[in-house]
């Protein structure tokens, strides 16, 4: 008897597969107005839904491979490190301050170009 009345029970469910669809129909209009609930003439009104049993829905559908649209749009990641400001700009300064001593030798060598350039110039302007 007890086996007769189990398969009619997995029979039933079987054919009642899909009970989100009544409840996703049902609370349709609560869920588009947010996720935890929305202002209307000035008062806070929470969902008519808990977030619990709004979640457990949510979990159902996104299972069944539906789409769920009544999430939020997600905000852009923070670009901003942690750590104190002073510390990444020291570090930026010591890797230029590494690239300009590369080019040290070089800077150097127009430097002295230059000034003897400029020294041989008065020489000239003082002859004349």
């Known amino acids: 008897m007890a086996g007769k ?24 209009d609560e869920l588009s107005k947010g996720v935890w609930g929305y202002w209307e003439l000035g008062a806070w009104k929470p969902l008519g839904i808990s ?3 709004r979640a457990r829905l949510r979990k159902e559908v996104l299972l069944a491979g539906q789409d769920w ?21 020291s570090a930026e300064k010591r ?3 590494a690239e300009l001593m590369k080019k040290m030798p070089e800077m150097l060598l127009d430097y002295k170009k230059r ?6 110039k008065a020489e000239d302007a003082k002859e004349e």
């Open 5 to 28: 009345a189990a398969k009619s029970v997995v029979k039933a469910i079987g054919e009642y597969q899909y009970p989100w669809r009544e409840k996703l129909a049902k609370y349709k």
């Open 69 to 89: 649209p009544y999430d939020p749009p997600r905000k852009e990641m923070k670009t901003k490190r942690k750590g104190h400001k002073c510390d990444r700009v």
């Open 115 to 120: 000034r003897w350039e400029k020294k041989m």
């Open 51 to 53: 977030a619990r049993r």
């Open 95 to 97: 890797a230029n301050t």
